[in-house]
C-alpha cells in the first residue's frame, strides 16, 4: 500500500454505513478517483468541511497495487464552494460540470487540462451567476480537451476554408460545418448566419450571442451534437436549462 498526494476537486459525495463517506474526486495527476473517508460523518474535526461538492483540496490517500477504492488519509482545503450555494444558477451550473466530468470519464484517467478546466469554472461560479455563453465556454472547452469538440471553421468532409457568411450547414453526424458544396450530398440542418460565428466568440471567450433567437438555436445544436456523439443523459442538464437558459 503506498501513499499518494494530489490536488482533487471532489465531485460527489454519499454516506456509507453509519460513519463513512464515499468520496468521488478529480485529481489532477491520476483522473477520476473513487474513494472512502473513514470516519468523515461520524467526527467534526475529522475531515471537516473540506470534503463537500466543489471543493478544491490537497488529498493525501493510501491505495492498494491495482485500481480499487483508495482510502483518504487526509485533506486540505484549497478552495471552499462559498459563494455556489447562493445561487441556483451558480449551483445547477456547477453540477452540471461535476456531472459532466465525472460521466464523461473513466477512473484514473489524468486529464490535467479537464482538472484545470474544470477548477477554472468552479472559481467563475463562486463569484458570478453564469450566463449560457459563459457555461457554453466551458462546455467547449472540455469538450475540446476530450476530443469531441465541434468544429466551426473548415468543412469536415474536404477541408476548405469557409467564408463567415457561408457557415450555415452544419453536419451533427460528421461533427462541423460543411462547405455549400458537401451540404448538398451529406446530410445536415441549415442553421441562421451568424450562429457559427458566435460559437466562435463564445470559444474564445470574447462575447455572446447576438440574438435570443441564436442563442436559443446553439443550445439545439449542442443538445444534438452531444446526444449523438456522446449519448449520456445528464441529469443536472434538465434543471440547469430551467435555471439558467
Keep these: 500500500m503506498s501513499l499518494r498526494k494530489d490536488e482533487a476537486i471532489v465531485l460527489s459525495k454519499r454516506a456509507y454505513g453509519e460513519s463513512d463517506r464515499i468520496i468521488h474526486l478529480f485529481t489532477l495527476n491520476a483522473g477520476k478517483v473513487s474513494a472512502i473517508a473513514k470516519g468523515a460523518g461520524k467526527s467534526q474535526k ?48 456547477a453540477s452540471f460540470f461535476t456531472e459532466f466530468v465525472d460521466r464523461m470519464t473513466r477512473e484514473r484517467e489524468p486529464y490535467n487540462g479537464l482538472f484545470l478546466a474544470l477548477k477554472e469554472f468552479i472559481s467563475f461560479a463562486r463569484s458570478k451567476d453564469p450566463a449560457y455563453a459563459d457555461i457554453l465556454h466551458y462546455e467547449l472547452m472540455m469538450l475540446d480537451i476530450l476530443g469531441y469538440h465541434p468544429n466551426f471553421d473548415t468543412c469536415v468532409f474536404c477541408g476548405t476554408v469557409i467564408n463567415d457568411e457561408e457557415k450555415i450547414y452544419f453536419s451533427r453526424e460528421r461533427g462541423g460545418v460543411l462547405c455549400t458544396v458537401c451540404s448538398r450530398s451529406l446530410p445536415h440542418r441549415r442553421w441562421s448566419p451568424g450562429l457559427m460565428q458566435g460559437f466562435l466568440a463564445v470559444k474564445k471567450f470574447e462575447t455572446g450571442f447576438e440574438t435570443r433567437s441564436l442563442e436559443r438555436e446553439a443550445q439545439e445544436l449542442m443538445e444534438g451534437f452531444i446526444t449523438y456523439h456522446v449519448d449520456l443523459d445528464f441529469k443536472s442538464y434538465k434543471l440547469l436549462k430551467t435555471m439558467v437558459f
Design 46 to 93: 475529522r475531515f471537516m468541511n473540506t470534503l463537500e461538492p466543489f471543493n478544491h483540496v490537497k488529498v493525501e490517500y493510501f491505495e492498494k497495487q491495482g485500481r480499487g477504492m483508495v482510502r483518504i488519509e487526509n485533506a486540505d482545503l484549497v478552495s471552499g464552494n462559498s459563494g455556489i450555494e447562493t445561487s441556483m444558477k451558480r449551483m445547477c451550473s
